[in-house]
């Protein structure tokens, strides 16, 4: 070896070490561009990411890869960083910087979906009447193209400054006349003509006067108001107010209060303005519920319960392990007894159901040891003792969670399905119980995943789903209000709002991601009842361990007088549990509460705002039995309720009979 | 947050203790197994009652020692299904299968059982395990009752419990397995008759390889991708009947995969083919088909010994346990279980003993039981919730 070469060899072999050594980067941080990314809903955005280690510099061997870590119903997100999103929302990314035999360093980058340029501005009220010198707050809507409310700030301006002038969206009417006030976001515009008369009031009354009602009694308020000449003013526009207490009253003037006692109504033109008084007595519904008789479950926990039409046969399901319906014998509702019991290939029952003339019954499986579920269709030639006749599994072999069987003379007897696995909601007819087949599946619009029906309703005709994720969709199936029927379902309604926003203080206790969703829908008269199911993300666990825990959820009063539009005029909650699910009878609904165990109140009349402000519970109980399945707990699943009784199915416990007594009499 | 140690009450209680079973043979022939002389622990899910059991066998027998609730709202079943202890043993990770509609991937503490994150998945994540360098959690959206399309591979930062990659790979992916050193994952597309194998420092697919009798073949890349109207390429299965329970038609020759295991020198994958009731032997280097080894009826989970020597898979479609010599591919026992519906296997870390889940049928418990793999009997078994499927060996 020439002299040197050693050394040249040696020196070489130091450099190409220290070169390998500079080289094996650590990624210390990602460089995100966007850094703070806004996007229009319905459009796309692409992110880009660079991993640079401590001095700054690219690491060249990091493998990037953004992930969608929420919003999955809002927008998709590639892997490659490329966003599309459809709905207004915040769409958290995580991007992580992935160098093999090294931890990823992981970071997260909020995309916020902002609404697109704003296409209507609404103006309520439509029209409006008023007198010189009266002012009017104007309420405004301002939707993006595709439905999504802004935030704008509105620009007003009137066509006719003298009589009527505009400023932050209050009208102050100045004389006689017409004007047109205009409001304005972007490109977008709503109008509404305001019409002025003199401020010639000679009278001015509210009707009814003075009247006396009970709290959570809806009253409707006129305002009659005559001029100089003894002429009805109609149609004018006040601002309608109330003092003191809680209560709510709206445009119309339809007021609701909460507390008893006497509530000053005012209606307001102005400079002029009427008053009248409103006495409200306690809605004094309460009463006492006797438990008639009871049977505690030990071996499963307790699902559905459904009472036979003829009222002496109860059916009660099994959960988390449970494969059997048991049938009980309620003819001495004191001493109910289980007499017999369906057992089939599951480990769940969530639902058990008869058809209307108790000859049929239905039992949804999950959870089946060969994974293959579906329905099970039983004969009731005695009801004591069905006899399994037919199944159904095509195309639900995920699960089946919930049931309903409906027969409409034209069409027979349809059995309506839930798909644990597609979210799809299959119609099934089953005039021939032992043959059970399909007629129609329909799916709400969007794709296959992010869509979970949860709970079936079927009234005269139309099919209200409870849509999870999606809220209330109402089908025609039969009523023939969009020409749908049981094979040919038709869209009719929905009814979907923000549930992260109406549960954002559970989503404040253990961090979003908790379970939430629309869960049952009943419906009663011109009413839809629908709650959520909603549990914080330790809550269930808590309960298990017999820890302090509890669900959430509300239940939500719509007004479908108008089914095309529904909107929510009403709510309930209990004060520490949930609505699971519901059963109204006659002018009660009665529920399962989850911990809150079993509630009763009164929907008589019409319903506005915060019934349980309103003093409207009836009873309340709350089953739990030292021997259950879970001892010395409530979990309240439901109530079915037949011949005055509340048949009360409890998770944890088994089932109770309860009797809401009487009223007691005042003995002088 | 809750955990630690905790009783339910109600419907389980016994711990059935069965001391050592002597075979069918007159007494004398063979000596009774020796006992264990430590403990071995496993972490069990039990699907059907949304339960994770720890189950401890050592000199004092069997018992459970814990039991923990997993699901998300004690109406509804989250169907926990797979698990997957960490390499540092100071974690498990739980695959809840059932969701609003997704599921998700749960991780606890070893010692306190407390929830220490949790992330939303695809659908019906499945099968589990943890990388060797214990970074990453790798889940298959397994997908078993949503529309036939292609799935994925979720990517799980098992520190952070974050999603940080979903990598599309077949219909219906099932099993997930890491090559020891950790550089390539391996799963089976039971509807399309496929083994997949993910290169971890890319977080893509590498190759795949058809496995139907007759059409074998071996491919670089992502699979095609299999739509709700289109035809699969393979002779794959459209049959999803009963999971493994049904037996194949006549004529149908799909192997059905349901388990993807690498042998621990690296140089094969088994896979489990369901259908046809064998086991196809990869060469994980030229990516060849080996041998097609016979196996019980409806093989579904494999496990292999640490020495690489002998090959545990449970027979779904009949009650045992077979276990076969690597080398010869000859069985060498097939071992009754104590109930129908066997799921998984997990071998101890010395290779002594294997524990097996069985699901069991309606409202049956599920049953853990434990083959001592050198006298190839069933030496302890114990109930456990219903439908036991997920296990993984603590310590």
Redo the contacts between chains.
Sequence with gaps: MPPGTRRTSLAFCALVALSAVANAQSVAKISITPAAPRMVAGQSLQLRAQAVDAAGRPVSNA?I?F?Q??G?FEAVVS?SGLVAAGAVSTIPV?V?A?V?????V?T?VNVVVIPGPASTVSIEPRTVKLIAGQSLALRTKVLSAAGDARNDVVAWSTSASAVASVAEGVVTATKAGTATITGVAGSAKGTVTVEVVPADIASISITPGTPHARTGDVLRFNLTVKNSAGKTITGLTPTWLFSPGHGEIDNEGAFVGYDPGTYTVSANLGQRSAQTTVTLAARDVRRAATVVGSIVR????T?EVWVHPNGKVAYLGT??????VYTIDINDPAKPTIVDSV?V?A??INDVMTSEDGKIMVITR??A????NGLVVATLDDPLHPKVVGAFTDGV???VHSAFIYTQPKFGRHVYLTN????ALHIIDINDPAHPKQVALWKTPRS?????LHDIDVRDGMLYGSW??DGLVILDIGSGIKGGSPSNPQFVSQYKYDLDALYKDVGAIDGP?F?R?THTAWRHKNYVFISD?V?S??D????????PSRAWGRLQVLDVSDIFHPKSIAHYEPEFGGV?NVWVAGDTLYMGAYNAGFRAFDISGELRGDLRAQGREIAQFSPADAK????NST?T?GVVVKNGLAFVND?NTGLYIVRIEPKAAVVP | MGGGQWAMGGWRRAVLVVGWLVGARASGQLPAPPRPTRDYSVIVASEGVDRVAVVRFGPGGITVDRERYVGWAPTELAGPHGVAVSPDKKHYFVSLAHGTPYGRLQKYNTQTNALEGSAMLGSFPATAQVSPDGYYVYVVNFNLHGDMVASSVSVVAADAMVEVARIPTCTMPHGSRFSADGTHHYSACMMDDMLVEIDTRKLAVSRYFVLTAGKEMAMTGTPPRRTLDGATQTGGSHDMGGHGMEPPKPGDVSCSPTWAQPSPDGSRVWVACNKSSEIAEIDARDWKMLRRIAAGPGVYNLGVTHDGKKLLGTNKRDQSVSVIDVASGKELARIQTTRKVVHGVAVTDDDRYAFITVEGTGSQPGTVDVIDLIALKKVATIDVGSQSGGIDFWK
């Design positions: 493998v890869k992930q870590g929420g999955q892997d995580t992580s992935i093999p035999g090294e931890k990823p992981i997260t030990t071996t499963f926990p699902s959960h988390l392990g449970g494969d059997r057992i290939n480990r769940v999950e959870g040891d060969d994974r293959k072999t995920a699960g644990d696995g597609t979210g296959d995943a992010g869509r979970m999870w994720n991601g379970i969703g199911e549990f993300k330790n269930a666990e808590k309960l298990f361990a017999k820890e699971h259950g399945f879970i001892p979990m699943w998770f």
